[in-house]
């Protein structure tokens, strides 16, 4: 089956202690990217890739990194996090970085920052 | 990054009533997609819309572009409960933008 796959899917933590999320795709889709979803702000972009190695800032990648080292992962990582941090996250992939590419999303991650 | 403004926020209508949310864009769009969120899901792709005021139907749903290619329209007509989510436009200009959504919640 087709799908973007995220871990974990919740998670408490504490400020300053170092996460991943990982985001994995099994369609072989060129583009990934990371979106933050917070309440009346709708969908921000964080972080993008076009291609392996190949990554690039979104709208608000502040506190954020991404690596791209392999076509099918592209986890997300909060180095130092802070609960301006706390929210549902999501990757998504499409086959290519076009406008016109429908966005498959992953089911989501919440994220709690104490 | 460019203006999304999509409207209303938050729309309550009664089971059987029509829904409409709106999108609009303060530059001329290449392109618009529209996604459904349903509650506690993530967003799953409707439909894309290209061409200048090309109008595309989904069973109840409605999809409009705007002739000039800076607002898109979302109507659906005799609301269910199967309905119920968040709708998210995505403009495409130099890249694919997310509007903020309209919730719509449905009272039986």
């Known amino acids: 089956e087709a799908q973007v796959t995220q871990n974990p899917r919740y998670l408490i933590t504490v400020t300053g202690k170092k996460l991943t999320v990982t985001c994995s795709q099994n369609m072989n889709h060129e583009y990934m990217s990371w979106y933050r979803q917070d309440p009346g702000l709708g969908l921000r972009q964080i972080y993008y890739s076009m291609n392996v190695e190949v990554t690039d800032k979104g709208d608000v990648p502040e506190g954020y990194k991404v690596s791209r080292k392999e076509k099918r992962n592209f986890p997300l990582i909060l180095e130092s996090p802070s609960p301006n941090q706390t929210s549902l996250y999501f990757c998504?992939?499409?086959?290519?970085?076009?406008?016109?590419?429908?966005?498959?999303f992953g089911d989501g991650t919440r994220l709690s920052i104490l | 990054g460019q203006q999304v403004m999509q409207i209303p926020q938050y729309q309550h209508v009664q089971e059987g009533e029509d829904f409409t949310t709106y999108c609009n864009s303060s530059?001329?769009?290449?392109?618009i997609q529209w996604y459904k969120q349903r509650p506690g899901g993530h967003p799953v792709f409707l439909i894309q819309?290209?061409?200048?005021?090309e109008v595309k139907k989904q069973k109840r749903l409605t999809f409009q572009f705007g002739e000039a290619k800076k607002n898109s329209s979302l109507h659906i007509t005799a609301t269910q409960t199967t309905d119920v989510g968040t709708y998210f436009c995505?403009?495409?200009?130099?890249?694919?933008?997310f509007g903020t959504g309209t919730r719509l919640t449905i009272i039986p």
């Open positions: 995505g403009l495409g200009n130099e890249k694919l933008t």
């Open positions: 819309l290209v061409k200048s005021g």
């Open positions: 998504a992939s499409s086959f290519a970085f076009s406008r016109d590419q429908p966005q498959h």
């Open positions: 530059t001329t769009l290449s392109n």
